[in-house]
């Protein structure tokens, strides 16, 4: 099934053509999850904000002209990542890609549609290193980062209503 997909990428420019895609592939994914859960429901201020950035990255997939999911990010503030509290001394190349969301839609799950999404949009940038939160009540979710490299460099909880955060990293270029 992940063959015949079609991987597209955007940048911040694209953000107005693409944003209620990200909102719906969001809602779709998630449509179970929306009605009790208020971070969840934030999540238009995230694209927003992500994609206010000069820099942002996003992959879409498509099967067709049907979205599957979507990966995106932005580079982060040199001196001001999110892992720099966590890692003493910092690593000597510390240019950070910010991964901030991944979503695929049920019916491409376990599919590779994560694995090519991810991939895409790390071929796409020219840091160093990739970090990423991922909620601690998802050891699954946290074990794919981790079969893709990343490791756990601690903990954080961004907002006060937001999940708890296992924090993790990768080096760049993926192997």
Do not use: N
């Amino acid at each position: 099934m992940t063959s015949a997909l079609e991987l597209r990428h955007y940048s911040h420019g694209d953000l107005p053509e693409i944003r209620q895609t990200l909102l719906d592939v969001h809602a779709d994914v998630h449509a179970d999850q929306m009605s009790d859960d208020e971070f969840r429901q934030k999540f238009p201020w995230f694209v927003d904000h992500w994609g206010g950035h000069p820099e942002f990255s996003c992959v879409i997939a498509y099967d067709g002209d049907e979205v599957v999911g979507f990966a995106y990010g932005a580079p982060g503030t040199e001196g001001r990542e999110w892992w720099r509290e966590h890692l003493d001394p910092a690593p000597e190349k510390s240019r950070t890609f910010h991964f901030s969301e991944l979503m695929v839609r049920e019916r491409w799950r376990k599919t590779g549609t994560s694995a090519r999404l991810h991939r895409a949009l790390m071929d796409a940038t020219e840091a160093d290193l990739a970090a990423l939160l991922v909620d601690v009540t998802h050891p699954k979710v946290q074990a794919l980062y981790e079969s893709w490299g990343y490791r756990k460099v601690g903990e954080r909880q961004p907002f006060p209503d937001s999940p708890v955060f296992a924090l993790m990293l990768v080096g760049l270029p993926l192997p």
